[in-house]
């Protein structure tokens, strides 16, 4: 059976390509996966979404030991990390650092966002005989003590 080839396309013909700005560039979403996956990441989301009151307290109860969620229960009802007035965009990570003391041990910080509002929020992640991270200890800048 005889097939036909087709000539190459010439230089112009092909679509226009798409620019819609509210869809992120593959490179983008790939890398806002990987970060997803680096726990100072997984645990600054939760805990802002905890700390913001989008979600309960006892939902972090299985990630969190010692006096870190008393700590939690006790920041949370004033919900710090709420969004900013009406209208305003929720709250997000802009970014998260980690510091490791020695091996189990992360010591990281998130810079929230919230409209025109930047709060620091310090956090510490153990891992634990399970081999799960949990955190272990909570600091919110600018709450009360």
């Given at each position: 059976?005889?097939?036909?080839?087709?000539?190459?396309?010439?230089?112009?013909?092909?679509?226009?390509r798409?620019?819609d700005s509210?869809?992120?560039?593959?490179?983008?979403?790939?890398?806002?996966l990987a970060?997803?996956?680096?726990p100072?990441?997984?645990?600054a989301?939760?805990?802002?979404?905890?700390?913001s009151?989008?979600?309960?307290?006892?939902?972090m109860?299985?990630?969190?030991?010692?006096?870190?969620?008393?700590?939690?229960?006790?920041?949370?009802?004033?919900a710090?990390?709420?969004?900013?007035?009406p209208?305003?965009?929720?709250?997000?990570?802009?970014?998260?650092?980690?510091?490791?003391?020695?091996?189990?041990?992360i010591e990281?910080?998130?810079?929230?966002?919230s409209?025109?509002r930047?709060?620091a929020l310090?956090?510490?992640l153990?891992?634990?005989p399970?081999?799960?991270?949990r955190?272990?200890?909570?600091?919110?800048?600018?709450?009360?003590?």
């Amino acid at each position: 059976m005889h097939t036909k080839t087709r000539p190459a396309p010439r230089g112009g013909t092909a679509p226009p390509r798409r620019t819609d700005s509210r869809r992120p560039a593959p490179d983008q979403t790939a890398r806002r996966l990987a970060r997803e996956r680096l726990p100072r990441y997984w645990f600054a989301e939760r805990l802002l979404l905890t700390l913001s009151g989008q979600r309960p307290v006892h939902w972090m109860l299985g990630h969190t030991v010692g006096s870190a969620y008393d700590r939690l229960a006790e920041l949370a009802p004033e919900a710090p990390l709420r969004p900013a007035p009406p209208g305003r965009a929720a709250p997000v990570v802009r970014d998260c650092g980690e510091f490791r003391p020695r091996p189990g041990v992360i010591e990281a910080y998130a810079r929230i966002a919230s409209g025109d509002r930047l709060q620091a929020l310090a956090f510490r992640l153990e891992r634990c005989p399970d081999l799960r991270w949990r955190c272990s200890a909570v600091e919110l800048g600018g709450a009360r003590a």
